[in-house]
């Protein structure tokens, strides 16, 4: 699809047709898995539409990298090996010894991990904030030295929520750039860089693969003179994804929307359901009225997503049964795929930071709410939560 169209287009369609015209030799109508690691040269230097060596550049990776440019309204899209891999190079392109990060004190835990025991030791320092309080985040800004202002909005799993609008107003005040992981969301529910951010981090693992069948991060930039240092880093670094990880990627990210809507319907179902049962003590989700988040979440989001926590009666205890007795929902770690996913966060996702400021409630239990029919998933929560 050409960019002036794109640009016009609305989500689905860009979803499905940018970054990639139908082949000019085959009219292949889908990006061909391009298996090869170099490109024959016509004469020394005669590259064939830039292509050199495959991790500089691979089509089919162009074409996925196309198309999340195109869904998060960005100026350049990049694909990486992991979600991870995606955040250690951009934090080597824009950070360098000395300089400071203000991180969510919920972060996601790989992504604490990474500050705390990796960058930490190369002389990035951190701070962690709660996203939801603004003024928290501004106190730990530190002027001079903070180059990032990193959020995720919701986060993981008491599903906060950050005001993307004024998290990036007082980032440009102090001349950091404000970084959003987007994966809770996705691009179909919330595009930051509209509000103001000035990266969209996602793994891509979660939501825009979405059939749990591969690994992968992504960025997308708006500035053009960042956008070349992150391509710049992405080569030099090298922790991109093979090109059959990104036709997967890609084939995932083309049905985004049908399927978020479904995510977001089932969710929904089964926030109703439990909302309503004896054994439940609270349910946690940013469409609730009486979650703290829901205003802004409101006005960003599009709808609420379709990640649920709810805490139970009976502690822990009751909390290890539920998971256990689950049959639809499939006891396990990651999220965003088509099916639904049951984990226990003490013990399982957040397990490493128990007995830390940021250890999750025992009876706290996270669902990833998948596409199966609404009234089977909410069936075997009834079964599960017993009587
Ligand atoms: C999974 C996840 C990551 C890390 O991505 P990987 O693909 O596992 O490396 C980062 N942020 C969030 C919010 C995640 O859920």
Redesign the pocket.
Known sequence: MSQEHAEKAGFETRAIHAGYEPDPTTGAVIPPIYATSTYKQDGVGGLRGGYEYSRSANPTRTALEGALAAVEEGERGFAFA????S?DTLLRTVCRPGDHVVIPDDA?G??HRLFDKVEQAWGLAHSPAPVSDVDAVRAAIRPGETKIVWV?TPT?PLLNIGDIEALAGLAHEAGAILVV?N??ASPYLQQPLTLGADVVMH????YVGGHSDV???ALVVRDLDLAERVAYHQNALGAVPGPFDAFLTHRGLKTLGVRMDRHCDNAEAVVDFLTGHPAVTQVIYPGLAEHPGHEVAARQMTRFGGMVSFRVSGGEQHALEVCDRARVFTLGE??GGVESLIEHPGRMTHASVAGTDLEVPADLIRLSVGIETATDLVADLEQALGD
Not at 82 to 85: F, K, T, V
Request: hydrophobic share 25%; aromatic share 10%; charged share 20%.
């Open positions: 992991s979600g991870l891999a955040e996601y790989g992504t995720e993981n992981d994966t809770f793994s891509t693992t979660k690994v992968g991060g990651s999220l």
